[in-house]
């Protein structure tokens, strides 16, 4: 009877989760902007709006306004990352923080469907482009310098958030499909994990079902994963009193056809846990932790937006910012078609809800 009531239970989450992403009314129409971007990276530094996105040696765009317009004025990087792997001239899903009058960009390096990755970071004193030093590598996994530590031998390196606690402690989080999100402290100068003997590290979030096929590639055993593809990813960490909150992509995050769109409800949406603690765990409205699947979806596709994912969450006067990237169906569905939005947050019973 147990397992029965425990099955029911998956299923019923697993309709509610598949019923809201499909229906457009369950959302708040999104802010639009011109901005063309994914896994977007936001700062306001006095009156000025800074974009970090996949491109080129890291895009850095500026505007006086959050809906634009935008105009990218340099790079992060000055040339490919020194990062000997993944794609080192066009690196992935950046996240920029201010601490201490320093300004720290966190990267990723790898390729699609692979975990030979690495997390690099570059520092500047200002946000924007022309001062920047990169770092190289904080942590990696697949190959190279501490890859072969758990969690690092089943995690994929990629998708860096940071979180500074009002302490002065930073956390270091990050992954994508295989084993979820993980994190790790960082050192006092944030260009470092705290690592010994054994890691201190804390798995966060996960997909343990089996949401995409497996696949394998016999020529490189860090390419494909034939357990199946347990979409969880993009995490993000905001704290709003007295709750820290992990945000997170779930489903199909691109290479859409249109002709052949994925089922409602498996493509790209937003979803949030909850913890009193910045290193967990993170539980959804029903108290599921979220490594065993949990997690309450906040904002999905809806009339012309299609698959939001990749947030973060900016605080101004006040008021909770959730922005992410999304494809406006109106324009098409390719990687570079996907434009800034963005919904300020209210929250209701402690819970976020897009607004």
Known sequence: MALLLGLFILVT??????????????????????????????????????SYGVGKYLAIHQASSLDGPWEQ?????????VIPKGDRNAPW??????????????????????RNSAIGVATSKSPGPGDWTDHGSIVQSGKGR?????????????????????DGQGYLTWGSYWTGLWQEPL?????SVVS????????????????????????NQLC??????????????????????????????????????????????????RSVSPRGPFVDRTDRDLVDGGGEVVYGSNR????????????????DILYYHYLNTTIGYGFWEARLGYNPLEYVDGWPVAA
Not at 260 to 269: S, V
Request: glycine share 12%; net charge negative; proline share 9%.
């Open 224 to 273: 494909g994963d034939p357990t199946g593809g347990h979409p969880v990813e993009g995490g993000f960490i905001s704290y709003h009193a007295p709750y820290y909150y992990l945000w997170f992509s779930w489903g199909k995050c691109c290479k859409y056809n249109p002709e052949n769109l994925p089922k409602p409800g498996m493509e790209y949406q937003i979803r949030v846990g």
């Open 187 to 191: 050192s006092k100068d944030l260009l």
């Open 196 to 219: 010994g003997e054994q890691s201190e590290a804390r798995h966060l979030a996960h997909e343990p079902r089996a949401i995409f096929p497996g696949r394998r590639n016999p020529k």
């Open 13 to 50: 989450l697993a309709v509610r989760r598949s019923f809201l992403s499909s229906r457009p009314e369950a959302f708040a129409p999104a802010h639009g902007t011109d901005l063309r971007i994914h896994d977007p990276s936001i700062l306001k530094v006095g009156d000025t709006y800074y």
């Open 304 to 319: 012309e937006v299609y698959a939001p994912g990749g947030q973060g969450v900016l605080t101004e006067d006040g008021t």
């Open 146 to 166: 501490g890859s072969a530590k758990y969690p690092y031998t089943v995690s994929n390196a990629i998708d860096p958030s940071v979180l500074v606690t009002d």
């Open 93 to 114: 899903a950046p996240t920029t923080i201010e601490f201490d009058g320093t300004f720290y960009c966190y990267y990723s390096v790898s390729y699609a469907g692979c």
């Open 73 to 81: 004025t340099g790079t992060v990087l000055g040339k490919d990352s």
